[in-house]
């Protein structure tokens, strides 16, 4: 089978190499030259454990290419960036899946599917999609297949969940149901759940809206705790030993291209519907904020001047900073205090400075913001650079302890309000 993946990222790439090491012949496109460069010479352009290596077994194989032109094939998989809108609701830019289909119709062939792994809003695949192929004088469902096949992978695991995972599949039709089944079949080990193109859109908005409401709860929890001045973590801690209670963990806030995005999707289609969900947008928009007023009243209690961030990526052990809270705190602390940044996987910034000590000289704080492997154990040469030897661990990742540094959590924010600072935001 002849596959051509539409976008070479987080998703679209893993997706590519995946189809051709079992077997397909696959082309994948990316319209930004230096990606595709950069593939052919067997490198890769974001950080994904064992991605290299896979991506130099194919191109050995002769079974993947990657190229800026469309060609025809059997299959063409868009897996593009699906961005907000700045409207009132923030709802879906179907820029660059438009602009996919667009390269893709001219191809067309009559026994062709075409599958939609971009995350998309409700009904869309249904109404804006089918529409663009029966505009070009094709029957969905009987000349050509359409489906939407949201991904659902942890970055950082992408090899083993893509084949691992239970997949959705949802057809504009049952015959375009059954087109995914066997196209993703030839390599899922996990459920192939058949559905349709609406419930499958919804079911992933649904996922990742539920995980950014109990992220929401989480960091309400935090500010109760520092109201009444008890430790949240532990409230967190000991109410999820319930056997029906999972709170997830607190943090700077949510980040990445689906938790902070996705939930907007659902809102700008049902608005008087969703006052939950936009609340819990709100919470998680609005934490960033308050951890920068929390950060300001722990180093006005210091005198210091200096705050060494550690880690600006959105999640741990990898290079993605997409919406990523961490740079929201940067930008509302480099208002007030000297600021050095240090991320060991973050790449595309040339002010993150490399090295922890180096990052630490003279610095007042450790403020952590990414669980990040390697802020677990914090050496004593970084502590011994600075000027006061106090970390803030935002994500619990800090294990080691040492009796002359002052480790501080989201637990402990009542210890470190000023009297002057009411946190309320």
Known sequence: MKIEVMGLGYIGLPTAIMFAKHGHEVTGVDVVQEVVTTLNNGKIHIEEPGLEAELGRVLETGRFKVQMQVEQADVFIVAVPTPNLDDAFKSCDLTYVEQAMGMIIPHLERGNTIIIESTIAPRTTDTILASKIKQAGFEVGKDIFLVHCPERVLPGNILHELKWNNRIIGGVTKACTLKGVEIYGSFVEGKLLETSAAVAELSKLIENTYRDVNIALANEIVRIGDVLGIDSLEVIRLANYHPRVNIHQPGPGVGGHCLAVDPYFIISEASEETALIQM??????????????????????????????????????????????????????????????????????????????????????????????????????????MQQRVVFDTKGVVSQTNDRVDYLTLGDLSKIKSHEEKAKI
């Open 280 to 385: 819990a947008r709100q919470i998680n928009e609005r934490t960033p904020v308050f951890l920068a007023q929390k950060v300001r009243a722990l180093m006005k209690k210091l005198g210091g001047k200096k705050i060494t961030i550690c880690g600006i990526a959105y999640k741990g052990n990898v290079d993605d900073v997409r919406e990523s809270p961490a740079l929201k705190v940067l930008d509302e602390l480099k208002k007030d205090f000297e600021i050095c940044v240090h991320d060991p996987h973050v790449k595309r910034f040339d002010w993150i400075e490399r090295d922890l000590t180096r990052a630490a000289q003279d610095s007042d704080l450790l403020l952590v913001l990414t669980d990040h492997d390697d802020y677990q154990v914090i050496l004593e040469d970084v502590f011994q650079v």
